[in-house]
Antibody, heavy 118, light 108 residues
Framework: QVLLQESGPGRVKPSETLSLTCSVS????????WGWMRQPPGKRLEWIGN???????TYNPSLRSRVTISVDTSKDQFSLKLRSVSAADTAVYYC????????????WGQGTVVTVSS | EIVLTQSPGTLSLSPGERATLSCRAS???????LAWYQQKPGQSPRLLIY???TRATGIPDRFSGSGSGTDFTLTISRLEPEDFAVYFC?????????FGGGTKVEIK
C-alpha cells in the first residue's frame, strides 16, 4: 500500500520560503507522476504543480514565478519550495500521486497545515 | 483557466436516497478529463471517478459519473451512512488543473 506523508514547518514568516517534503512509503517515486495542491481556509483546492520522477515539471501559471518542485529518487521523496510567501499562502498543503501526466490524483497525503505569520 | 462550478452547495438527503451532484465547466473539457473526489473531515481526498465516468479502483458501483463537454454529474444511487461527505470535481489534461468548490452531502 503506497502512502504519502507531507513534512515541513507549520509556520513560515512572510517573505520567506515555504519548504515541504513528501515521503513515499510502500512504493517508489520512480515511474510515477507526483503533484502538490493546497487548500486555503474556506476556499477550493488549488493545484500548485506536478513533477515526473525523471524531473520534468509543470506549474500553475499563477504560482510559477515563486514555485520549484524537485524529486529525489534515492530517498523516494519529492519537495515543494514556495518563495516570498504572504498570508495568502496559508493553507493545507497536499502531495499526491498522479495517474499520468497532468491527470487525476489517485493517492493523496494527509495534508499539512502551513501558516504564514510573523 | 477553466472554472468549475458545482451545485448545489449542500445536499440534504437521507440514507438510501439518490444523490445527484453537478459540475459545470466554463469551457469545454477536452477528452472529458474530469474527475470526482470524496473528502471527509480531517481526511485527504479519495479519487472516485476519472475520465468522467470510470470508477477508480475499489470504488463501489453505487457511484457513477456521466456527462461531457461542460456538464458533468456524479450520482450516488443509494446513499450509505459513510457517503455523507464533501464531493468535488477536478478538470485535468492540461495546465492549469482546476478544482470545483465542492458539494456537501449531509444527513437530512
Amino acid at each position: 500500500q503506497v502512502l504519502l506523508q507531507e513534512s515541513g514547518p507549520g509556520r513560515v514568516k512572510p517573505s520567506e520560503t515555504l519548504s515541504l517534503t513528501c515521503s513515499v512509503s510502500g512504493g517508489s517515486v520512480s515511474g510515477y507522476y507526483w503533484g502538490w495542491m493546497r487548500q486555503p481556509p474556506g476556499k477550493r483546492l488549488e493545484w500548485i504543480g506536478n513533477i515526473y520522477y525523471s524531473g520534468p515539471t509543470t506549474y500553475n501559471p499563477s504560482l510559477r514565478s515563486r514555485v520549484t518542485i524537485s524529486v529525489d529518487t534515492s530517498k523516494d521523496q519529492f519537495s515543494l519550495k514556495l518563495r516570498s510567501v504572504s498570508a495568502a499562502d496559508t493553507a493545507v498543503y497536499y502531495c499526491a500521486r498522479g495517474r499520468a501526466w497532468n491527470d487525476a490524483f489517485d493517492i493523496w497525503g494527509q495534508g499539512t497545515v502551513v501558516t504564514v505569520s510573523s | 483557466e477553466i472554472v468549475l462550478t458545482q451545485s448545489p452547495g449542500t445536499l440534504s438527503l437521507s440514507p438510501g436516497e439518490r444523490a445527484t451532484l453537478s459540475c459545470r465547466a466554463s469551457q469545454n473539457v477536452d477528452g472529458n478529463y474530469l474527475a470526482w473526489y470524496q473528502q471527509k473531515p480531517g481526511q485527504s481526498p479519495r479519487l472516485l471517478i476519472y475520465d468522467a465516468s470510470t470508477r477508480a479502483t475499489g470504488i463501489p458501483d453505487r457511484f457513477s459519473g456521466s456527462g461531457s463537454g461542460t456538464d458533468f454529474t456524479l450520482t450516488i444511487s443509494r446513499l450509505e451512512p459513510e457517503d455523507f461527505a464533501v464531493y468535488f470535481c477536478q478538470r485535468y489534461g492540461s495546465s492549469p488543473l482546476t478544482f470545483g468548490g465542492g458539494t456537501k452531502v449531509e444527513i437530512k
